[in-house]
């Protein structure tokens, strides 16, 4: 179905239930592989950018990945650290520049997570040279001063990205700061979208990329790196983000099949948490807070999410069949960690359709338990945050699926 064929919102039929994923728009019932993945799911990345994240570009033609530094004794000699940067497209576009640390110990190229943060990547380490980033910076971490990053930032985020005990799990990070695909504000466009609007190659419009999928985008640019890079093993590259940088991290992985594992932390509404669910934020909600997340089409949806033509859990079925985790906190109830679980359970069919396992506990595990099939879940005490002991989970996780992986590196 063409997007010019999508009803209006009013027109949809409304339902209370999750919308099957195995079914078309039309009403017919998918019946083989083959047609999930010539029908169905071409369909339902239509559906997710007509009507909620807006339509991502084409990946460019060419993107620039300059080395701008390297030091192979980081970490006390642990790990070679890569400032890459990476761009895309005429030289007013803004860059991505990737840190990329990646253990020496290793007999092969390394698994890597690949992921925003929100601070900058000098709030991850304590090496003084570590480029400061230079687009606007939320207001409220150590080391900002009037919306601008400065040298008192460094190393005050380390614990939430505990990059030294990834590389004595013999995992690489790759991450770089969300705020240079786009700063996170509702007021003003700064980042990539209105030179690709004025290139012509996105339109304005109801549908038109928001903030998630630009930095959904972003991260895909980072990968287009990543594989490219002979210490990084292509086929072992997983997203991570948290909160809304989780709802990122889903949904570049539905988009990208060289991603072949998907860890969203705590993503919540319009990430990981049913639309339709009751419990924590509503669509109404998290429009009216971030009215620039998601496309315009989608806040026709705040009192009518019942006429969604799909939940969380067909983003979900998008990754199928690789590895996801929705991880969570107890005291996070703004997120619905027991609406997670059931997206997952929703997402099931697909994954078992497709002889790819699926979610292996019919009941949320208790805190502290880590269900790792191929859908997985894990709740630990605690608040909203990313943690030293969330990363333990996410090596945890990546370990099992990882081991069992079957190499995807293709771009649908």
């Given at each position: 179905?063409?997007?010019?064929?999508f009803?209006?919102?009013?027109?949809?039929?409304?339902?209370?239930?999750?919308?099957?994923?195995?079914?078309?728009?039309?009403?017919?019932?998918?019946?083989?592989?083959?047609?999930?993945f010539?029908?169905?799911?071409?369909?339902?990345?239509?559906?997710?950018?007509?009507?909620?994240?807006?339509?991502?570009?084409?990946?460019?033609?060419?993107?620039?990945?300059?080395?701008?530094?390297?030091?192979?004794r980081?970490?006390?000699?642990?790990?070679?650290?890569?400032?890459?940067m990476?761009?895309?497209?005429?030289?007013?576009i803004?860059?991505?520049?990737?840190?990329l640390?990646?253990?020496?110990e290793?007999?092969?190229?390394?698994?890597?997570?690949?992921?925003?943060?929100?601070?900058?990547?000098?709030?991850?380490?304590?090496?003084?040279?570590?480029?400061?980033?230079?687009?606007?910076?939320?207001?409220?971490?150590?080391?900002?001063?009037?919306?601008?990053?400065?040298?008192?930032?460094?190393?005050?985020?380390?614990?939430?990205?505990?990059?030294?005990?990834?590389?004595?799990?013999?995992?690489?990070?790759?991450t770089?700061?969300?705020?240079?695909?786009?700063?996170?504000?509702?007021?003003?466009?700064?980042?990539i979208?209105?030179?690709?609007?004025?290139?012509?190659?996105?339109k304005p419009g109801?549908?038109?990329?928001?903030?998630?999928?630009?930095?959904?985008?972003?991260i895909?640019?980072?990968?287009?790196?990543l594989?490219?890079?002979?210490?990084?093993?292509?086929?072992?590259?997983?997203?991570?983000?948290?909160?809304?940088?989780?709802?990122?991290?889903?949904?570049?992985?539905?988009?990208?099949?060289?991603?072949?594992?998907?860890i969203?932390?705590?993503?919540?509404?319009g990430?990981?948490?049913?639309?339709?669910?009751?419990?924590?934020?509503?669509?109404?909600?998290?429009?009216?807070?971030?009215?620039?997340?998601?496309?315009?089409?989608?806040?026709?949806?705040?009192?009518?999410?019942?006429?969604?033509?799909?939940d969380?859990?067909?983003?979900?079925?998008?990754?199928?069949?690789?590895?996801?985790?929705?991880?969570?906190?107890?005291?996070?109830?703004?997120?619905?960690?027991?609406?997670q679980?059931?997206?997952?359970?929703?997402?099931?069919?697909?994954?078992?359709?497709?002889?790819?396992?699926?979610?292996?506990?019919?009941?949320?595990?208790?805190?502290?338990?880590?269900?790792?099939?191929?859908?997985?879940?894990?709740?630990?005490?605690?608040?909203?945050?990313?943690t030293?002991?969330?990363?333990k989970?996410?090596?945890?996780?990546?370990?099992?699926?990882?081991?069992?992986?079957?190499?995807?590196?293709?771009?649908?």
């Amino acid at each position: 179905m063409a997007r010019a064929d999508f009803p209006e919102v009013s027109k949809l039929p409304s339902r209370s239930d999750f919308p099957d994923p195995l079914v078309m728009f039309n009403g017919d019932r998918i019946k083989t592989k083959d047609q999930w993945f010539a029908a169905r799911r071409p369909e339902l990345k239509e559906l997710f950018q007509h009507y909620m994240y807006g339509y991502l570009p084409a990946a460019p033609t060419k993107i620039e990945a300059t080395i701008e530094r390297e030091d192979r004794r980081a970490f006390g000699g642990k790990a070679t650290l890569k400032e890459v940067m990476i761009a895309f497209g005429p030289p007013e576009i803004p860059k991505i520049h990737l840190l990329l640390v990646i253990p020496n110990e290793r007999k092969s190229p390394a698994a890597v997570f690949v992921g925003m943060n929100f601070s900058g990547n000098h709030a991850l380490v304590k090496d003084p040279a570590v480029r400061l980033p230079t687009a606007w910076m939320y207001p409220n971490p150590t080391g900002v001063k009037d919306n601008r990053a400065t040298e008192a930032a460094r190393g005050t985020q380390i614990d939430v990205w505990a990059l030294e005990q990834s590389i004595d799990r013999g995992y690489a990070v790759a991450t770089f700061y969300s705020g240079e695909i786009d700063p996170d504000r509702p007021d003003v466009r700064q980042g990539i979208q209105p030179h690709f609007e004025k290139l012509g190659l996105t339109k304005p419009g109801p549908d038109a990329w928001g903030t998630i999928a630009a930095w959904a985008w972003g991260i895909h640019r980072a990968v287009d790196y990543l594989v490219s890079d002979n210490d990084i093993d292509k086929n072992r590259i997983a997203v991570v983000g948290h909160s809304r940088l989780g709802k990122t991290a889903l949904l570049a992985a539905a988009f990208d099949d060289r991603i072949a594992l998907a860890i969203p932390l705590q993503a919540g509404c319009g990430g990981t948490s049913p639309s339709r669910g009751k419990v924590g934020e509503s669509i109404q909600q998290i429009n009216d807070r971030f009215p620039h997340w998601f496309n315009s089409i989608f806040k026709e949806f705040n009192k009518n999410p019942e006429r969604l033509p799909f939940d969380q859990h067909c983003l979900v079925a998008l990754v199928a069949p690789r590895p996801v985790l929705f991880a969570n906190a107890v005291e996070d109830t703004w997120a619905n960690p027991a609406g997670q679980f059931q997206v997952l359970r929703a997402a099931d069919p697909v994954y078992r359709f497709l002889d790819a396992g699926g979610l292996d506990a019919n009941e949320m595990p208790p805190p502290g338990i880590l269900i790792s099939s191929k859908l997985g879940y894990y709740i630990r005490p605690g608040k909203h945050s990313m943690t030293r002991d969330d990363w333990k989970i996410f090596h945890d996780f990546a370990d099992r699926n990882f081991r069992n992986a079957t190499p995807q590196n293709k771009n649908k």
